[in-house]
């Protein structure tokens, strides 16, 4: 269904998905409703869920007039005065600068469009036109059905010379506007919103989640690191007179930055809360748009719901498995995946990675991947040798016999190629210097980033990758990204000068979105020097993705905690074995392996051989495996998770790291309780919060074996005291209904 709104004299209206009652353990209930009007003003009225959003055009300006969680509308005489009140405040829903001038406040209503999209959402398109400059915006706006929405704006040139972007936010403006609020918190020792940004932007610690009180002030978050960063671009803000969370996450991977500004007036008992968020860059422009061109922004997601964190956290889950990830592969889901770099990192030969093919399946691996070291001019040289993707004279035959013997050994196979990037030793480099990323005439990464905002470069990646595929028959393709390109690059265009971010991005989901149509059944791998790149925009071509490399605990375990805010944890790749220098020491191999069973494990480095392995350990390893294909993964795919300790200091001590997952149905739940330092109480009260209160549960305590049988009420009114004397150790908690 899809229809032009020009005109409108009356109300249109779009429903799709009207949900009634819910069963207990039954899916969400989804609903999804446009109303799109064009008198006594233009305006449209968004639900999703029990999420509404209210827009209109005022004086030019595209602003929002009230957002409630409720699923209830406001009257419009509940509005009277409003704009009048709102008068040069930050209210505009959407941000954009054309070189240099904010057009708020020069847009004219042109047409609104709705349509039913896949999966039974709804998505409006409001078209504006600015007074000031020849730009059109078509704000498309996508109803999931639940608390969420996503937002992007199609940027028309209609002018006849190139012009600039130098400013957007897809979706900005206020959030809450909350009256009374001094009767709900004390307004002058307690601010009514609390902001969670990621607070580091470092390899090894993403996931550093940490509240800031705003009353009066902005928080600012940013991404500065040429791509979305170890950090995200994310934010989660509490209103604490109503108890509602607002999320707000940019599917974009490059540079960015947002602020969520608070303004409280105590005299009139009013609390406001701003904000604006999209890419950034260190130039003037961030693209260049040519005559008659249109260019797609950033997507924003928001959720709104009036809850508690958990299910706060529960709604991204159901939004990125639903909505943002491809679907996984049918037969190739979820597996346990094995890489060879471990004891021949640098010194690949068939020989030895033939050997690591047999570890992997005698430890119940079901996925063999070969990474950095295969190809290239120069043996022990992995870095340098990117770009080459030929096999190494270390390789004599080629991959093929390797994955012919993974193969036969039942394991799929698949490939690892870091293809945005060309070494020092690579002929690519020798080729090609005009391929290479710079900045203001100089290379850029120490010359390792190739320009992939020039054409014939992505035409190239693209080319590789998909050679790659069909010559080695690839079940899987990895995707590496270890540069950190900062400002990025940047060139005269049209005489402006343009940061080539906007334009890498674009190249990449171009690419990969081709490449997944063209092998809708090679698994698609995320990594970016591990955790780099974890936004939506990139997860919307993968089909998982790794977390940092920085595997040792606390310091992982936080990793781990922080990043399930966002991701569900199936899709997040953890590492057991020796790779990491210093992990075989953190503590014991029962906290070691459930570090990585709580996710999508990949073992690195088990032994230098079969022969070599202690029995002892590889017994431990096999059991490992077996208990998360039997009972954890069953749990944990679509699971609703628990953050029993939910913000965590990433770099400081904390005694407990403590995760729950249980399925919707609430029939079976894995917990996994780490004692992280020996400070605190060495007694953790564990509260199940996914678990049934009229059923019987069996309870398994996995370091003694023993299992009992507890109601459900006893288990979520009393606790489970669990006690670890030591610093890095774990216990393991299963529950099945009886």
């Known amino acids: 269904m899809k229809m032009c709104v020009a005109a409108l004299p009356a109300v249109l209206t779009v429903i799709v998905g009207m949900a009634a009652g819910q069963?207990?353990?039954?899916?969400?209930?989804?609903?999804?409703?446009?109303?799109?009007?064009?008198?006594?003003?233009?305006?449209?009225?968004?639900?999703?869920?029990?999420?509404?959003?209210?827009?209109?055009?005022?004086?030019?300006?595209?602003?929002?007039?009230?957002?409630?969680?409720?699923?209830?509308?406001?009257?419009?005489?509940?509005?009277?005065?409003?704009?009048?009140?709102?008068?040069?405040?930050?209210v505009d829903s959407f941000q954009l600068g054309i070189e240099g001038q904010d057009l708020a406040g020069t847009w004219q209503w042109v047409q609104a469009e709705q349509k039913t999209a896949a999966a039974d959402h709804v998505e409006t398109i409001v078209e504006l036109r600015s007074t000031a400059r020849p730009i059109t915006v078509r704000l498309h706006t996508q109803l999931t059905g639940g608390p969420v929405m996503a937002r992007w704006l199609e940027i028309v040139n209609t002018g006849n010379k190139p012009t600039a972007i130098t400013r957007v936010s897809p979706w900005s403006g206020l959030l809450w506007e909350t009256d009374g609020y001094t009767e709900r918190v004390a307004a002058?020792?307690?601010?009514?919103?609390?902001?969670?940004?990621?607070?580091?932007?470092?390899?090894?610690?993403?996931?550093?989640?940490?509240?800031?009180?705003?009353?009066?002030?902005?928080?600012?978050?940013?991404?500065?690191?040429?791509?979305?960063?170890?950090?995200?671009?994310?934010?989660?803000?509490?209103?604490?007179?109503?108890?509602?969370?607002?999320?707000?996450?940019?599917?974009?991977?490059?540079?960015?930055?947002?602020?969520?500004?608070?303004?409280?007036?105590?005299?009139?008992?009013?609390?406001?809360?701003?904000?604006?968020?999209?890419?950034?860059?260190?130039?003037p422009v961030l693209r260049v748009i040519e005559p008659a061109e249109t260019v797609k922004s950033p997507e924003t997601h928001l959720l709104l719901l009036r809850s508690d964190l958990d299910h706060v956290i529960q709604a991204l889950h159901e939004h990125v498995r639903r909505d943002v990830?491809?679907?996984?592969?049918?037969?190739?889901?979820?597996?346990?995946?094995?890489?060879?770099?471990?004891?021949?990192?640098?010194?690949?030969?068939?020989?030895?990675?033939?050997?690591?093919?047999?570890?992997?399946?005698?430890?119940?691996?079901?996925?063999?991947?070969?990474?950095?070291?295969?190809?290239?001019?120069?043996?022990?040289?992995?870095?340098?040798?990117?770009?080459?993707?030929?096999?190494?004279?270390?390789?004599?035959?080629?991959?093929?016999?390797?994955?012919?013997?993974?193969?036969?050994?039942?394991?799929?196979?698949?490939?690892?190629?870091?293809?945005?990037?060309?070494?020092?030793?690579?002929?690519l480099r020798q080729q090609h210097p005009d391929w290479i990323l710079t900045r203001n005439g100089e290379p850029v990464a120490g010359g390792r980033q190739l320009d992939l905002s020039n054409p014939a470069v992505e035409a190239w990646v693209e080319a590789e990758i998909a050679r790659m595929i069909q010559k080695y028959d690839l079940d899987m393709y990895r995707l590496d990204y270890n540069n950190t390109v900062e400002q990025g690059g940047n060139r005269l265009r049209d005489g402006f000068l343009e940061n080539t971010q906007w334009r890498h991005v674009e190249a990449l989901y171009r690419i990969f979105d081709h490449i997944h149509q063209r092998f809708p059944r090679v698994i698609l791998q995320n990594c970016a020097?591990?955790?780099?790149?974890?936004?939506?925009?990139?997860?919307?071509?993968?089909?998982?993705?790794?977390?940092?490399?920085?595997?040792?605990?606390?310091?992982?375990?936080?990793?781990?905690?922080?990043?399930?805010?966002?991701?569900?944890?199936?899709i997040l790749l953890r590492t057991f074995g020796t790779e990491s220098g210093g992990l075989?020491?953190?503590?014991?191999?029962?906290?070691?392996?459930?570090?990585?069973?709580?996710?999508?494990?990949?073992?690195?480095?088990i032994s230098p051989t079969l022969e070599e392995l202690n029995p002892l350990l590889a017994q431990k390893i096999r059991d490992g495996a077996a208990e998360f294909k039997q009972t954890?993964?069953?749990?944990?795919?679509?699971?609703?998770?628990?953050?029993?300790?939910?913000?965590?200091?990433?770099?400081?001590?904390?005694?407990?790291?403590?995760?729950?997952?249980?399925?919707?149905?609430?029939?079976?739940?894995?917990?996994?309780?780490?004692?992280?330092?020996?400070?605190?109480?060495?007694?953790?009260?564990?509260?199940?919060?996914?678990?049934?209160?009229?059923?019987?549960?069996?309870?398994?305590?996995?370091?003694?074996?023993?299992?009992?049988?507890?109601?459900?009420?006893?288990?979520?009114?009393?606790?489970?005291p669990v006690r670890l004397d030591a610093a890095l150790t774990s216990e393991l908690l299963i529950f099945d209904a009886r």
């Open 23 to 90: 069963q207990p353990g039954a899916a969400p209930a989804r609903y999804a409703n446009a109303v799109i009007a064009r008198e006594p003003a233009p305006h449209v009225r968004l639900s999703s869920a029990l999420m509404v959003c209210d827009e209109e055009l005022v004086s030019g300006h595209w602003v929002n007039r009230y957002w409630t969680s409720t699923g209830q509308i406001k009257p419009d005489f509940h509005l009277t005065g409003q704009a009048e009140r709102r008068a040069g405040l930050p």
């Open 188 to 283: 002058r020792s307690e601010t009514p919103f609390e902001v969670a940004t990621a607070k580091l932007d470092d390899w090894g610690r993403e996931g550093a989640w940490a509240f800031d009180p705003v009353a009066n002030g902005t928080v600012t978050a940013q991404g500065t690191r040429g791509k979305s960063g170890w950090g995200h671009p994310t934010f989660f803000a509490r209103n604490r007179a109503t108890g509602e969370w607002f999320v707000a996450s940019l599917a974009w991977s490059g540079n960015w930055a947002l602020h969520v500004t608070g303004a409280a007036d105590e005299a009139h008992n009013r609390a406001r809360l701003f904000f604006d968020l999209g890419p950034a860059a260190a130039d």
């Open 325 to 427: 990830l491809l679907p996984p592969v049918p037969g190739r889901e979820y597996q346990i995946e094995s890489n060879h770099r471990g004891y021949i990192v640098d010194h690949e030969s068939e020989a030895g990675l033939k050997r690591e093919i047999d570890i992997a399946a005698a430890m119940g691996a079901e996925e063999f991947l070969i990474d950095a070291g295969w190809y290239g001019p120069e043996p022990n040289r992995w870095a340098d040798n990117v770009g080459d993707w030929y096999a190494g004279a270390w390789l004599p035959r080629d991959v093929t016999p390797v994955r012919e013997y993974a193969r036969q050994k039942g394991l799929l196979f698949g490939l690892w190629a870091e293809v945005e990037s060309v070494g020092a030793a690579s002929k």
């Open 529 to 570: 020097g591990g955790g780099g790149r974890l936004d939506y925009g990139i997860l919307h071509r993968f089909h998982n993705t790794e977390l940092s490399d920085w595997l040792r605990a606390p310091r992982g375990l936080k990793i781990l905690n922080g990043m399930t805010w966002l991701l569900p944890p199936e």
């Open 584 to 605: 075989e020491g953190d503590g014991d191999i029962d906290l070691q392996l459930r570090a990585t069973l709580l996710a999508r494990p990949i073992f690195r480095g």
């Open 632 to 720: 954890i993964r069953p749990i944990m795919v679509s699971s609703r998770v628990y953050h029993h300790t939910p913000v965590v200091p990433m770099m400081e001590p904390s005694p407990w790291v403590v995760l729950e997952y249980a399925t919707p149905d609430a029939r079976r739940a894995v917990a996994g309780l780490f004692r992280t330092a020996q400070s605190g109480d060495p007694v953790f009260r564990f509260y199940p919060r996914g678990l049934d209160l009229s059923r019987n549960y069996a309870v398994k305590f996995s370091n003694s074996g023993q299992t009992v049988e507890m109601r459900g009420a006893e288990l979520l009114q009393s606790g489970i």
